[in-house]
């Protein structure tokens, strides 16, 4: 995607005084899921001698405890896409009391949040969409407050525009991957393939998800189901991730017979070893913007076969570092996972088109490098009531 200058605003207060930006991230949700990852990165890429972050979720967890680890001052409150008085009255106390500069929202119900608090203290707003599409709450809230709307992917970045987003508070930054975290590597002695008694020449493949419905996890197990028949018996299937479609997954693989062929591994701690214990990974989502989770098994070396929906095209080169099929069209990636299986060179040359894709097109640094340029032309302006200004790097199609 080419980048364009519209405008440049004028600096904030705190780049001008030669003090730390403050940031409030408000996080509408504290899973273990894509957008806590991304906001967890945000916080390890910002530099510490130019920004100061505060942070907001709605309840304690181990991502609040990941965010304390890192530096940010956690307040954890309730945030319903209906925000009560007390909580915003409470917030905006927060905000003028401690400086911050800018709000940072991540989902609708953080956006609602954050929207009110930046009325009423005069402190312009930002919004990362980290999913394909701008929610109904989030164009209110938009249109309302005037906030400024980051999505991560071009469809998203159109869709916005289609639905009356304003182009001047509109750009995209997309996702990026840590290439230096995530990369090849030899398979670990311990780990998943211990849990499953495994050899090391064996193929696994892994689907890397939360076990939601927008995921199609059992798009994956019936794909599964229809490819098994003749694949040696070593051949194994892990689903990691944790979610409210487990139980339902749990009695899907005893419908189909699956047992002895997928593991359901729940969550899974040291993610870049793991994909290093596995041969393809399947991505069978029914909505996405641009996963994670995708695009951190790219970086590993690993070939991927992945649905063609939101901003996953935009990572995928089809038929060079992966397949793309269409949503739901299991049949397609039944067929393709059993010639990927099939065929050990052409994994070998799709796994390192994949990972010189992520390194040349999208690595982490560059990506965090534009939030955080934006972050700074947003922040409010030395004098008077903030002016949220045409921005940079808005994204448009190459």
Known sequence: MERKTVAVAKPGAAAAAGRRLHVLEFVGNAIVGGMERWVERLLEHLPRDRFRVSLLCPYEGRFSTAMRALGAE???????ED????????VQALVRSSGVDLLHAHLPNAHALAGLVSRLSDVPLLSTIHGRQITLLDLEVHRAVRSHLSVVCRHSYYHALGIGVDM????????GVDTRCFHPGP???????????????????GFVGRLSPEKGPEQFLRAVS???EGLPDATRFVMVGEGPMKAPLEAELARLGLGH????????DDMPALY?????????SHSEAMPLALMEAMASGLPVIATRVGGIPEIVQHGISGWLVAARDIEDIAERMRQMLGQPDLRQRMGTAARQDMVDRLDLRPSLDRVAALMQTLARPVHGPHRLEEVSAVGRAS
């Open 226 to 228: 229809l490819m098994q």
């Open 74 to 80: 956690v307040f954890c409150v309730p945030m319903p």
């Open 83 to 90: 925000p009560c008085w007390s909580v915003v009255q409470m």
């Open 261 to 268: 062929r997928v593991l359901l591994a729940g969550h899974w």
């Open 168 to 175: 001047r508070r509109l750009s995209c930054e997309p996702n």
């Open 187 to 205: 398979r670990p002695c311990s780990g998943l393939r211990a849990r499953l008694d495994l050899a090391q020449d064996a193929l696994l493949v």
């Open 276 to 284: 290093r214990e596995l041969d393809l990974l399947v991505s069978a």
